[in-house]
């Protein structure tokens, strides 16, 4: 019986190496190691896990009620304290890394923890049916003893199994912006893991009774309960996942509605402006088409019947020429909301950052380039004012740094491509999902989202976005079909 015993305990330093994997793999989906240069950081989850099972074991070795409700107790609390000191991110992530984990760990536990009666009744079998002949060649108490650890050994093949389970399905229902926070929807989160950990708690208290002075296990007086814990157990596991994904699809929901609302007064905003813009547009190319051959004619007349005589009215003349020249944007795109967004912007540009560089020279739209104005639009408005922040952070740093805009286009094979280069402080976080720049500003819900807008009109088109970094140099290179 010692060997079984020892054995039994050999048995639990597989499960303790296995949920100590299953903390890494659920933190390190949450949170960032503080010393995340350090080579395997992330492990130090697991390792101080089994660490906190050994000590704990130790501390806590009476099998009484007190001793599993204070091993639970101690366990939460050490395991919280090495979380705020290892991980970064806000405390209510932590809060819930820790509460989460031991709930889904605990609820996995008792739900496992009841097939020990498949082997309690292998074993009374073995000693009622084959006891006496067995105890007469002395093979009862090994017998008993091999019984008992593959009992435990299949509790633990259980409960690992429940447990990588549900943190397996947690983490594939999380969809996050950026690791390390979490509001104040936590709360919602681990209602259900609250109670598990309640739960947990109040069986075991429950589990050991003492009658007369002998300790019972519950279990033993109602055996029914081999069948009801574990049913608790399992309903509040999938009460967990289940809410967590609930909860993550709304956040996912709400960030597209976010969305489709800004795109939705982006389009409204263009298509009520392109008309007037065209039309204004062709009005001066018009003007300026008109004015340029009655300037032709007035100043051949002036020419012949004062030829040199009055020089005054002469230059008059000439200035009046170059000021309808400059009638006509600066930008000429081949397209007249395109035209009419670069110009804009560039102005806007030149009033924010001093001295900085503007070249449109290089960006041209053909008729072969079948994007809808409002599309475009939409393309070069996030794009040039994601730009023209970039630059403005630069400066604000660095106040000498060289700032610079430059657009441009190019086509290969049947894709046409659309570059929007700009200069930057260098620094830019990536998110892990999406691929795109992390928003600096604040309200994340509502910033953040432009360069999302413009991957979805390049997708639109059979094409798609990505963003460049070298050094101090920042591309948004968006390609679609042409």
Same mark, same amino acid.
């Given at each position: 019986m010692l060997m079984a015993e020892y054995i039994m305990r050999m048995l639990s330093i597989p499960l303790y190496l296995f949920e100590g994997y299953c903390i890494q793999f659920f933190f390190g989906r949450f949170a960032e190691p503080k010393l995340r240069r350090v080579?395997?950081?992330?492990?130090?989850?697991?390792i101080a896990w089994i660490v906190i099972k050994i000590v704990g074991g130790q501390l806590f070795r009476k099998k009484d009620s007190a001793a599993l409700v204070l091993g639970l107790l101690f366990t939460t609390a050490v395991l919280f304290v090495f979380c705020v000191v290892w991980y970064e991110g806000n405390i209510l992530l932590k809060i819930f890394l820790v509460i989460q984990?031991?709930?889904?760990?605990?609820l996995a536990f008792w739900a496992g923890y009841s097939f020990l009666y498949i082997g309690g009744s292998l074993i009374d079998i073995l000693v009622y049916e084959a006891g006496d002949r067995m105890a007469v060649a002395g093979y009862l108490p090994a017998a008993a003893g091999v019984l008992a650890c593959l009992s435990v050994a299949l509790v633990e093949t259980i409960e690992g199994i429940l447990l990588f389970a549900s943190i397996r399905k947690v983490v594939?229902?999380?969809?996050?912006?950026?690791?390390?926070?979490?509001?104040?929807?936590?709360?919602?989160?681990?209602?259900?893991?609250?109670?598990?950990?309640?739960?947990?708690?109040?069986?075991?208290?429950l589990t050991i009774t003492v009658t007369d002075g002998v300790p019972v296990l519950l279990y033993e007086r109602y055996p029914v309960l081999y069948f009801i814990i574990p049913m608790i157990a399992l309903v509040l596991l999938g009460a967990i996942m289940f809410s967590f994904r609930t909860y993550q699809d709304m956040a996912v929901l709400q960030e597209e509605r976010v969305e489709k609302i800004v795109l939705e007064n982006q389009i409204t905003q263009m298509q009520s402006?392109?008309?007037?813009?065209?039309?204004?547009?062709?009005?001066?190319?018009?003007?300026?088409?008109?004015?340029?051959?009655?300037?032709?004619?007035?100043?051949?007349?002036?020419?012949?019947?004062?030829?040199?005589?009055?020089?005054?009215?002469?230059?008059?003349?000439?200035g009046m020429y170059q000021s309808v020249e400059q009638l006509d944007s600066r930008v000429h795109t081949g397209n007249a909301v395109s035209d009419a967004v670069v110009g804009s912007k560039f102005r806007y540009a030149a009033k924010k950052v001093k001295g900085i560089k503007l070249d449109a020279r290089g960006f041209m739209l053909s008729d072969a380039v079948t994007i809808k104005a409002y599309d475009m639009g939409i393309i070069l408005n996030n794009g040039l004012d994601n730009a023209i922040e970039a630059c403005m952070r630069m400066r604000e740093k660095q106040p000498d740094a060289e700032a610079y805009i430059t657009i441009r286009?190019?086509?290969? *094979?049947?894709?046409?491509? =659309?570059?929007?280069? /700009?200069?930057?402080?260098? @620094? %830019?976080?990536?998110?892990? #999902?999406?691929?795109?720049?992390?928003?600096?500003?604040?309200? *994340?819900?509502?910033?953040? =989202?432009?360069?999302? /807008?413009?991957?979805?009109? @390049? %997708?639109?088109?059979?094409? #798609?976005?990505?963003?460049?970094?070298?050094?101090?140099?920042?591309?948004?290179?968006?390609?679609?079909?042409?």
């Open positions: 080579r395997n950081a992330h492990w130090a989850a697991g984990f031991i709930s889904l760990r605990e594939g229902s999380y969809h996050c912006r950026e690791k390390g926070k979490m509001g104040k929807e936590v709360v919602f989160y681990l209602l259900p893991a609250v109670a598990g950990v309640l739960v947990s708690v109040f069986v075991s208290l402006s392109m008309v007037e813009m065209e039309h204004l547009y062709d009005g001066i190319r018009s003007v300026k088409h008109d004015m340029k051959n009655h300037m032709a004619v007035l100043q051949n007349l002036i020419r012949k019947k004062y030829s040199g005589e009055d020089e005054e009215i002469r230059q008059y003349f000439e286009s190019f086509r290969a *094979k049947n894709m046409y491509f =659309i570059e929007i280069e /700009n200069s930057f402080d260098g @620094a %830019v976080l990536f998110h892990k #999902d999406s691929g795109l720049p992390i928003s600096t500003k604040e309200d *994340k819900e509502v910033h953040g =989202i432009g360069l999302k /807008n413009i991957r979805k009109c @390049a %997708v639109k088109y059979g094409g #798609d976005m990505d963003c460049i970094v070298k050094g101090n140099r920042f591309t948004l290179s968006v390609m679609v079909k042409s």
